[in-house]
């Protein structure tokens, strides 16, 4: 088939990024030819609580990535939803994550099935946001109006789907290996490259550190287990987007900041894998989630994970089997802690046997499943 795919690409970085060109290189390899269409801006400056939208790596050499879409310029959504129902691919996936881009992409899939020949699939990372904001439902559903399919990565957001659109055809396939930041490393080679020292153990927070992340339950927890085990540091890796200098306050009032690592800058893909590395346990103490790129990383470098039970999460870490799944309050990320330290007990095979459920050739016969009109539920 022909398809296109609208939404964020390099030159913008992020998981999102990542995803639509690993994406494409799946469907490259299946045979399928593949035109991505990125922002000429994605966010306004004002908008944006990062240092830089754009990435510092290169441009990925084998796919066809061109700018075409401005989220606050209306004339560009007309501009590329009148091309793409020119080109008339066989399917227009759309990548949505946040209302905020429900005017342009809506706009984009409305002009672009207007040929009568492109299947438009929403393929959705979240619906209904982590930090809700005023006029996020009637987005939702302009957005939700424009497609026809819904591809979701936790059963969780199909349930939110069926909110605004009850006979939508939807299907959910959780969020495929992360396998494009290089293959597992040596822990000391690792340790040695962060200037870490590899005889302690490390628990890791990784990712854009935001409100719904939970890092400040992760922090009134760590500082209940290293009450029992100072030994223990904790590696905060990635930028700030929000609350820097009151998890800096609440650490200090803890009396751990001196403990904490912080690497808190956008962590580049080609350091990723340094930090799964070391990391002896990978902690997400999310207070809201649908599903999460990170858990897929921490898969594909084979670390075990502890997580809370919100949203998708529990699919896709079983309790007991790769890791721990509490509820999302310090006392239970404490006793979990605890328990891991421990114990010391052996995931790798829960986690080899998992992460084969999360193969990118799955994901895309799950995404194609949609056009069969045999497999829709």
Known sequence: MRVTIVGPAWPYRGGIAAFNERLAHQLQSEGHEV???????????FLFPGKTQLSAEP????????????????????SLGRRIRREAPDLLVLAYWMP????????????????GSTHVIALC??????????FDRLLTKYFIGSVEYVAALSQSVCDDVHQYAPTMPTVASPHPLYDNFGEPMDRAEACSH????????????FGLIRDYKGLDLLLEAY?????????VKLIVAGEFYSGEERYHAQATHLGIDDKVIWRTEFVSDHEVRYFFAAADLVVQPYK????SGVTQIAYHFQRPMLVTRVGGLPEIVPDGKVGYVVDPNPKDITAALIRFVTEHPDFSSGLASEREKYSWPVFTKNLLSLLDPTKLS
Not at 35 to 45: D, H, I, K, S
Not at 194 to 205: P, V, W
Not at 288 to 291: E, L, R
């Open 35 to 45: 035109q991505l269409y990125t922002f000429t801006l994605q966010y306004p400056g």
């Open 59 to 78: 441009a990925p050499p084998d796919l066809r990535i061109e700018r075409k879409l401005s989220s606050v310029n209306p004339f560009t959504w007309v």
């Open 100 to 115: 905020f881009m429900a005017p342009c992409l809506g706009t984009v899939g409305r002009i672009a099935k207007g040929n």
């Open 125 to 134: 990372h979240n619906l209904i946001p982590h930090e809700s904001r005023p």
């Open 194 to 205: 962060l200037g870490l020292d590899e005889s302690s153990r490390f628990l890791l927070f």
């Open 223 to 231: 500082a209940g287990l290293v009450k029992v085990f100072p030994e």
């Open 288 to 291: 809201s989630a649908t599903q």
